[in-house]
Nanobody
Framework: VQLQASGGGLVQPGGSPRLSCVASGSDFDYYAIGWFRQAPEKERTFVAAISTIGTITNYADSVKGRFTISRDNAKNTMDLQMDSLKPEDTAIYYC?????????????????WGQGTQVTVSS
C-alpha cells in the first residue's frame, strides 16, 4: 500500500488543521493506520493510531484530548484532526500502515510509510 499525507502548513497557536492520508493499493482495511511525527533533531515519535475498522484508537499523552484520528475505509482515507495546537506540535507528520492487530504505538510495527507533511505552529 502507498500512502500520501497532506494538510500541513503554517498554523497559529490554538489552530485546528486537519491532516489527511490517502492510501492507494488494495486491502486498506486490512491495515491499522498510525500518525507519527518528527521534530527537528529529534526522533520520530508516536502521535495516534486506529485499528482496521476503527474500533480501537490510541493516542500519545501529549496529544490526548486535542487530536482525533479517524478513517474511512470506503474512501481509503485516514484523517488526524488537530485542535488547540501548540508550538511544540511543530514537526513533520507521517502516516503509516501496520499489519499488526490494534492501534500500535511502535514505529517498528509499521510496514508502509507516507512521505510526511510539515506542520509549523507559530504566530
Amino acid at each position: 500500500v502507498q500512502l500520501q499525507a497532506s494538510g500541513g502548513g503554517l498554523v497559529q497557536p490554538g489552530g485546528s488543521p486537519r491532516l489527511s492520508c490517502v492510501a492507494s493499493g488494495s486491502d486498506f482495511d486490512y491495515y491499522a493506520i498510525g500518525w507519527f511525527r518528527q521534530a527537528p533533531e529529534k526522533e520520530r515519535t508516536f502521535v495516534a493510531a486506529i485499528s482496521t475498522i476503527g474500533t480501537i484508537t490510541n493516542y500519545a499523552d501529549s496529544v490526548k484530548g486535542r487530536f482525533t484520528i479517524s478513517r474511512d475505509n470506503a474512501k481509503n482515507t485516514m484523517d488526524l484532526q488537530m485542535d488547540s495546537l501548540k508550538p511544540e506540535d511543530t514537526a513533520i507528520y507521517y502516516c503509516a500502515a501496520s499489519k499488526y492487530y490494534g492501534a500500535n504505538y511502535r514505529p517498528e510495527r509499521y510496514d508502509f510509510w507516507g512521505q510526511g507533511t510539515q506542520v509549523t505552529v507559530s504566530s
